[in-house]
């Protein structure tokens, strides 16, 4: 009897911790299981992330589901710097509320609007599970205001670029346009997956692939001429033409804007081991008005064992300032024409 006792708790004992053990393996949250059972499909996009903290597992939720949007049009980091001033004065009651509207850079070149974040969850061994949703239709109605305010942008630099008639001021207007719609274009692909029926909805009258191209044939109208003095083996005016063509400029005596510089290259005498080559450059771009509107100036110096390696590295960091500094400023100039 005693016996048939003992054999009793022993087996309640065993069942106990069976059932214990397959709660704990059952305990998995429904959503991390399944996530299109709590977030029906038709009403979220969901994603699950992990990691050691939950902010890292948000990161990966979030980069799971900017991937869902992966596709052949990407706006360069430039296009996204313009797009920001070229529409900083149009606020949306979305974007104001910004406990409602989240606005999410991704590393892979989407940025994704409304992402919301929602339970999370720690497993046995500490790793840490969280679930990142868009709400189909909420992010639809943010995407459809940002889609339809770029149009209303669009058209207005256009207006403008269709009343100029100044070559510079037309390009600006129609360069500042083709910024607007290719950011337009990469919410549309956006918005396909979140919404599809919601393109309908649309109050877009312009063509995109029209803006480029009347965007390419303004700046074909935009000649410069180019003279810089003691530039002896033409090394500045080279990177200049390629920045020139680069906008899609052209060269010619007949031009509407002028880049005059001068370059300075010289050896100097650090009293060390090695060969240093001191350099000044100075630019000014010149437009049909005879006003300076961009200006350059760059001085340093670059050593090297040899004179010559030390003067082709001075170059080379020019090509750069050139490429990069110049242009920004440009572009920067050329923005500021058509803004309000």
């Known amino acids: 009897m005693k016996k048939t006792f003992l054999l009793s708790i022993v087996l309640i004992l065993i069942l106990s ?35 050691d903290s939950r902010s890292d597992a948000e990161n990966m939720a979030a980069g799971k589901l900017a991937r869902i ?37 991704i590393k892979s070149q989407q940025t994704l609007f409304n992402i919301q974040y929602g339970e999370s969850y720690t497993d046995d061994v500490g790793r840490i599970y969280a679930i990142a949703y868009l709400n189909r239709m909420k ?38 346009a083709s910024a607007v719609s290719s950011i337009n274009e990469l919410l549309l692909a956006q918005l396909t997956i979140i919404f599809p029926s919601a393109i309908d909805m649309l109050e877009i009258n312009y063509n995109h692939d029209k803006i480029v191209k009347d965007t390419n044939a303004a700046a074909a109208n935009v000649s410069c001429k180019i003279t810089i003095q003691n530039d002896e083996e033409n090394k500045i005016a080279i990177m200049l033409e390629e920045l020139i063509n680069d906008l899609g400029f052209v060269l010619s005596k007949e031009s509407v804007l002028r880049i005059d510089g001068k370059i300075l290259l010289e050896k100097t005498d650090l009293k060390r081991d090695l060969e240093f080559i001191r350099y000044e450059l100075q630019i000014n771009v010149t437009d049909n008005k005879d006003d300076i509107i961009v200006s350059m100036s760059e001085k340093g110096r670059e050593g090297h064992v040899s004179a010559s390696e030390a003067e082709a590295r001075a170059i080379r960091t020019l090509s750069k300032k050139i490429n990069k500094q110049l242009k920004r400023k440009l ?6 024409m058509v803004l309000e």
């Open 17 to 51: 911790c069976a059932a214990h053990a397959k709660k704990r393996k059952d305990s998995k949250p429904e959503w991390l299981k399944n996530p299109k059972a709590v977030y029906s499909e038709q009403m979220y996009l969901t994603a699950i992330g992990e990691g």
């Open 69 to 105: 949007f992966e596709s052949n049009i990407k706006a360069e980091e430039t296009v996204n710097q313009r797009y920001m001033e070229l529409t900083k004065n149009d606020k949306t009651d979305f974007e104001e509320q910004t406990d409602v509207t989240k606005n999410v850079n």
């Open 139 to 176: 992010t639809a109605e943010i995407y459809e205001n940002k889609i339809n305010k770029n149009a209303d942008r669009i058209d207005y630099f256009m207006e403008i670029a269709d009343k100029s008639g100044d070559p510079i001021l037309r390009y600006a207007a129609m360069n500042a």
């Open 331 to 336: 572009i920067a100039y050329f923005d500021g």
